[in-house]
């Protein structure tokens, strides 16, 4: 190119990845564009329903309690995975994640404590005062103060690469289609969870029940494009974090609100009333995030969790109503569950309980004994009406497959080499570090740790 | 009590709040609304006088319109303060009168108590227009006229506020009792709490900064024109109580000098109900109309309006004391304080005592 390129950096996405690198590039001295592909109401991708960043800290803080040291962090990463992952990378991330909270507060975040009923993320997740939405509000004023161009409803539809070298994107605005050049591409659009049609390639009609819990712009073309342009990918199309939520939830953008809490407190059955898991299994924390993926092969892609009159003000309220019946015959028949499978499943349950002590705050020794699947803790026999039920479907929250990156957040093409001006950050790399299960507030850590280092990065090429 | 439509629309709103809670640590709204799991008439009023209307929550939240469940709590609560403002009011039928048209209610108010002061002080007519540099208010309304008229409306605005106060109380008693509560905090301690909470508007910077005005602009002129407008109100009335004291306990009558307590008290008082009602009115011009309109038929306007008039004569009376004007001065600052000592109960000036008992209950509680 002869001609100067009218941004140093163009950063494809709107979401915490974006904005950080948007910010640490404009920090730089770079002159930036956020292409966001969502209206202004709706900026802020998956982040808008976050609350929360993992995050390593050596002394208690103002709003962290005790400490979260990098081999413990670690630690916690590999059990949730439970396989191999990225070590350089996940240390990098978990090392930065000490220094975001200082950055995150100079750029107008504001923290709070741990919020009700979530206190054991006390010590090791930092809360956003107001979540998600609130801190995006905090990046994207910052980014308006620091002369950042933001373009809202800019739909990226082309990439365009000569070899490893990142030229220009596509960008359909106010309907029209126009190049924007750049020196350096941030690429932080997220993951293809809102892609219906992809995520149907992938699970086949399952994928037609799935509940997309966040933003409907996550269709990830920009990802799509990179790969077609020869980058190299990481992770599985099927792995995700996907949890269980109301079957009534909106196809789209439920957010945090259509999660259901009661699933350790009942028996949780599919739709021929037959349950298939073990509900107590673990502290519910940890458990929350394999629920999705359990409930996607289940028939028709549905399950129902049941608890008596005894557990039904022991979990968070639903923001939709219980499906309530006097006895298990008759829930049935409104669930148009088996009526004499769904009985007999209960009353197996019902035998196989053995006494013990409740304790909803730890492992109990509350479980059962001679039945298929067990069920380890907090059994209790589902025997005082009335009886409540919450249809569930699987509620896919983020896609792990993703653009493999090195420690420098460089994209790196087919061939083994990184390109030459191509960065991603967020959501569209976190396959680097996520296999397939879920540690919560990771996918901030993620998204700031590497959002910041593909700004910086994004930036220092441009100065070149 | 609150409208069917505004219950349900409030119902469904709060229960998304609870299934989320990510604005559990702006306000005391949340940490409240937490505590219960339905949401009645009560309930909703109690919340409802817990609001600053401040529109963080709105602001933070990911379920604000557009998006399909359209939460607004700032505006929902807005709609219901001012519901209940109306639906506690005594006698109900002024209450009425006065949501439904402030404006008109007050003009005819106060145009009923100028003709009344006019036709008092026209016993002695050559009063109302001498420019006798005495000073003498009471030539112009007779001191007996001016305790009996004033004795009886703050008597009667004093009783309706109790009989409106002491029905709220009871309401919010009988909202949902929350399931982990256990017993309610000593009245002494949410006493205390709930009184200093009002008195240093805590709320309006509960988290350690002030509170939004639009999206990431915070600025603190809210709150410090409402302690120019409160601790204005309040120097006033110490003024005017202390001028009470020195005329029947002391002997001492009106005009006070300029450096005695009262007219000291006064000054000071009223220099705050000029800057804060007005800085309040003008704050109002630049609010985000999706925060709701708390006015009903001006009920804010009014109140502020009533406040600074009251100031602007009474500081005018106080300059102009010794001139020709004194007497037409002396009947119109007479007659803006009767009204607005009459409106008292139906106007915005409510909010502190249900506030005051919505944050007595909160204490309690928590």
């Given at each position: 190119m002869?001609?100067?390129?009218e941004y140093?950096v163009?950063v494809?996405?709107?979401g915490?990845?974006?904005?950080c690198a948007a910010?640490?590039?404009?920090?730089?001295g770079?002159?930036?564009?956020v292409?966001?592909r969502?209206p202004?109401d709706?900026?802020?991708?998956?982040s808008?329903h976050?609350?929360n960043f993992?995050?390593?800290?050596t002394?208690?803080g103002e709003?962290?309690?005790?400490?979260?040291?990098e081999?413990?962090?670690?630690s916690d990463l590999h059990s949730?995975n439970?396989?191999?992952?990225?070590?350089?990378?996940?240390r990098?991330?978990?090392?930065q994640s000490a220094?975001?909270?200082?950055?995150m507060?100079?750029?107008?975040v504001?923290f709070?404590?741990?919020l009700?009923?979530?206190?054991?993320?006390g010590?090791?997740?930092?809360?956003?005062l107001g979540?998600g939405?609130?801190l995006?509000n905090?990046?994207?004023?910052s980014?308006?103060?620091?002369?950042?161009?933001?373009?809202y409803?800019a739909?990226?539809?082309g990439?365009?690469?000569a070899?490893d070298r990142?030229?220009s994107?596509?960008?359909a605005?106010?309907r029209?289609?126009?190049?924007?050049?750049?020196?350096?591409?941030?690429?932080a659009?997220?993951?293809?969870?809102?892609?219906?049609?992809?995520?149907?390639?992938?699970?086949g009609?399952?994928a037609?029940n799935?509940?997309?819990?966040?933003?409907p712009?996550?269709t990830g073309v920009?990802?799509?494009?990179?790969?077609?342009?020869?980058?190299q990918?990481v992770?599985e199309?099927?792995?995700?974090?996907?949890?269980?939520?109301?079957?009534r939830a909106?196809k789209f953008d439920?957010g945090?609100?259509?999660?259901?809490?009661?699933?350790?407190l009942g028996i949780v059955?599919?739709?021929?009333?037959?349950?298939?898991?073990?509900e107590?299994e673990?502290?519910?924390?940890?458990?929350?995030?394999?629920?999705g993926?359990l409930i996607?092969?289940q028939?028709?892609?549905?399950?129902?969790?049941?608890?008596?009159?005894?557990?039904?003000?022991a979990f968070m309220p639903s923001?939709?109503?219980p499906?309530v019946a006097?006895?298990?015959?008759e829930?049935?028949r409104?669930?148009t569950v088996?009526?004499?499978?769904?009985?007999?499943?209960?009353?197996?349950?019902n035998?196989a309980v053995?006494?013990?002590?409740?304790?909803?705050g730890?492992?109990?020794d509350?479980?059962?004994e001679?039945l298929t699947?067990?069920?380890?803790?907090?059994?209790?026999?589902?025997d005082t009406?009335?009886?409540?039920a919450y249809?569930l479907?699987p509620g896919?929250t983020?896609?792990y497959?993703g653009?493999k990156v090195?420690e420098r957040?460089?994209?790196m093409m087919s061939d083994?080499?990184?390109?030459?001006?191509?960065?991603a950050a967020?959501e569209?790399?976190?396959?680097?570090?996520?296999?397939?299960?879920?540690?919560a507030?990771f996918?901030?850590?993620?998204?700031?740790v590497?959002g910041?280092?593909?700004?910086?990065?994004?930036?220092r090429?441009?100065?070149? | 009590?609150?409208?069917?439509?505004?219950?349900?629309?409030?119902?469904?709103?709060?229960?998304?709040?609870n299934?989320?809670?990510?604005c559990?640590q702006?306000c005391?709204?949340?940490?409240?609304?937490?505590?219960?799991?339905?949401?009645?008439?009560?309930d909703?009023?109690?919340l409802?006088?817990l609001?600053?209307n401040c529109?963080e929550?709105?602001?933070?939240c990911?379920?604000?319109?557009?998006?399909?469940f359209?939460?607004?709590v700032?505006?929902?609560l807005a709609?219901?303060?001012?519901?209940?403002?109306?639906?506690?009011a005594?006698p109900?039928?002024l209450g009425?009168a006065?949501?439904?048209?402030?404006f008109?209610?007050?003009?005819?108010?106060?145009?009923?108590?100028?003709?009344m002061?006019?036709?008092?002080s026209?016993a002695?007519?050559?009063?109302?227009?001498s420019?006798?540099?005495s000073?003498?208010f009471?030539?112009v309304i007779?001191?007996a006229?001016m305790?009996?008229?004033?004795g009886?409306?703050?008597?009667?605005?004093?009783?309706?506020?109790?009989?409106s106060?002491?029905?709220?109380?009871r309401?919010?008693?009988?909202?949902?009792?929350p399931?982990?509560?256990?017993?309610?905090a000593p009245?002494s301690?949410?006493?205390r709490?709930?009184?200093?909470?009002?008195f240093?508007?805590?709320h309006?910077h509960?988290?350690?900064r002030?509170?939004?005005?639009?999206?990431e602009?915070?600025l603190?002129?809210?709150?410090?024109?409402?302690h120019?407008t409160?601790?204005?109100?309040?120097?006033?009335?110490?003024?005017?109580?202390?001028?009470?004291?020195?005329?029947?306990v002391?002997?001492?009558?009106?005009?006070y000098?300029y450096s005695s307590?009262p007219?000291?008290?006064?000054?000071?008082?009223g220099?705050?109900?000029?800057?804060g009602p007005?800085g309040?009115a003008?704050?109002?011009?630049t609010?985000?109309p999706?925060?709701g309109?708390?006015?009903?038929?001006?009920?804010d306007?009014?109140?502020?309006?009533?406040l600074?008039?009251t100031s602007?004569t009474?500081?005018?009376?106080?300059?102009?004391?010794h001139?020709a004007v004194m007497?037409p001065?002396?009947?119109l600052?007479?007659?803006?304080?009767?009204?607005?000592l009459?409106?008292?109960p139906?106007?915005?000036f409510?909010?502190g005592?249900y506030?005051?008992l919505a944050?007595?209950?909160?204490h309690?509680?928590h």
């Open positions: 002869t001609q100067k390129p140093d163009a494809i996405g709107g915490n990845a974006a904005l910010i640490t590039a404009r920090r730089a770079a002159r930036v564009i292409l966001e969502a202004r709706f900026r802020g991708g998956n808008r976050t609350r993992r995050c390593l800290h002394t208690p709003y962290l309690t005790g400490v979260y040291g081999d413990e962090f670690l949730v439970g396989g191999a992952i990225d070590d350089t990378l996940a990098l991330a978990i090392g220094n975001c909270p200082e950055w507060a100079r750029e107008g504001r709070q404590a741990a009700h009923g979530t206190l054991q993320l010590r090791t997740n930092l809360f956003f979540g939405k609130a995006m905090s990046y994207y004023a980014a308006e103060r620091l002369g950042i161009d933001v373009l409803d739909d990226v539809v990439l365009h690469l070899g990142f030229e994107v596509d960008v605005w106010d029209r289609v126009r190049p924007i050049h750049a020196a350096s591409v941030v690429i659009s997220g993951g293809f969870e809102a892609n219906l049609d992809w995520l149907h390639e992938v699970w009609d399952a037609d799935f509940i997309v819990r966040g933003t712009y996550n920009p990802l799509k494009r990179m790969l077609e342009a020869g980058a990918s992770g199309p099927h792995e995700c974090h996907a949890i269980a939520v109301d079957a909106p439920g945090i609100v259509t999660r259901l809490d009661c699933i350790p059955v599919n739709s021929l009333g037959q349950r298939f898991y073990d107590g673990d502290v519910w924390p940890k458990r929350y995030a394999i629920w993926k996607a092969r028939p028709g892609q549905i399950a129902y969790s049941i608890v008596d009159a005894k557990s039904a003000n923001v939709y109503p499906i006097n006895s298990i015959p829930l049935a409104q669930l088996p009526s004499g499978t769904l009985q007999s499943t209960v009353d197996a349950f035998r053995r006494p013990g002590t409740l304790n909803l730890g492992l109990d509350c479980r059962t001679g699947p067990e069920k380890t803790h907090w059994a209790q026999r589902l009406s009335p009886f409540w249809p479907r896919i983020f896609t497959l653009l090195d957040t460089r994209v083994g080499h990184p390109a030459a001006n191509v960065y967020g569209v790399m976190a396959g680097n570090v996520l296999l397939r299960g879920y540690l507030g996918g901030m850590t993620i998204g700031t590497f910041r280092i593909a700004g910086e990065e994004a930036a090429h441009a100065e070149r | 009590m609150l409208n069917d439509d505004l219950v349900r629309r409030g119902r469904q709103t709060l229960t998304v709040c299934a989320c809670r990510y559990e702006y005391p709204v949340f940490p409240a609304l937490e505590r219960r799991r339905t949401f009645d008439a009560e909703l009023t109690y409802a006088n609001c600053h529109g929550c709105l602001y933070a990911q379920f604000a319109p557009p998006h399909e359209g939460i607004n700032p505006m929902v709609e219901a303060r001012t519901q209940s403002y109306e639906a506690y005594w109900f039928a009425r006065f949501a439904s048209s402030a008109r209610t007050t003009l005819a108010a106060l145009t009923i108590v100028v003709s002061l006019v036709l008092v026209l002695s007519p050559e009063a109302l227009w420019s006798d540099a000073a003498n009471y030539g007779p001191h006229a305790v009996t008229l004033f009886a409306v703050s008597l009667f605005a004093l009783i309706a506020m109790a009989i106060g002491s029905r709220f109380w309401d919010l008693r009988r909202g949902d009792v399931s982990s509560a256990g017993a309610l009245a301690i949410s006493l709490s709930a009184v200093r909470d009002a240093t508007l805590r309006l509960g988290t350690g002030d509170c939004t005005s639009n999206l602009v915070r603190p002129w809210r709150r410090w024109f409402h120019c409160f601790y204005g109100f309040l120097l006033c009335m110490a003024s005017t109580t202390i001028a009470a004291i020195y005329h029947s002391f002997g001492w009558h009106a005009p000098a307590l007219v000291l008290l006064g000054a000071a008082g220099f705050g109900l000029l800057v007005l309040l003008a704050l109002r011009q609010r985000d999706a925060l309109h708390e006015e009903n038929g001006g009920l306007t009014v109140f502020l309006a009533l600074f008039l602007l009474g500081l005018a009376l106080l300059v102009l004391r001139g007497g001065l002396l009947v600052h007479l007659a803006v304080v009767l009204v607005l009459l409106t008292l139906y106007g915005k409510v909010h005592l506030r005051v944050l007595i209950r909160y309690g509680e």
